[in-house]
């Protein structure tokens, strides 16, 4: 991919990129829960749409997971990260990467299409502004450049209007999304 800007590097030329997904979350952990005592359906669907899961972080087990993950990274040449708005994932990448050797210098991007679609509350983004301000203290290099190229109301369930987020809950309580 050539960049057309004379000069400038481009950071991409001669990279490998590896994908990692998110560690074990609450809301995965909730319906391992359901799954492992043959739960009903219903039981599914009340954790898709359970408010205290929504943009929930990683259950302890998936910090064991980011662990085992680290070992793997720490050995690896990494400049540039990019993770979705969600907690979990912010939560996996610090986890994986907070004692990498080049921690320091790897910049994190937030990248809003990085997102998982929309089947359960666990996959609404919460307050954006307190998810970066939170992880902007814990990553050295944490970029938000991204998430001004969308509009809000796209990304975010709290600026939806009360109606829309009802028929949201519904359609995933009845699986229509």
Sequence with gaps: MENGEGDEPNIFKDSTVIL????????????????NRNGPQKDYTKNAVDDDLRDCGI??????????????ADCLDIHTVFVSPLKRTMETA???FKNHPNFEKIRFIVAPKAKEGLKACSDIVGDIEQTMQHFGSLFPNLSGELLKEYEKSMLFFEDLQPDLIAELKDKIKTDEL
């Design 94 to 96: 610090y986890q994986v």
């Design 20 to 35: 990692l997904r998110h560690a074990r979350s609450e809301a995965n952990e909730a319906n391992l829960k359901v799954f």
């Design 59 to 72: 259950h302890s087990s998936g910090v064991e997971e980011c662990l085992k993950a680290q070992k793997v």
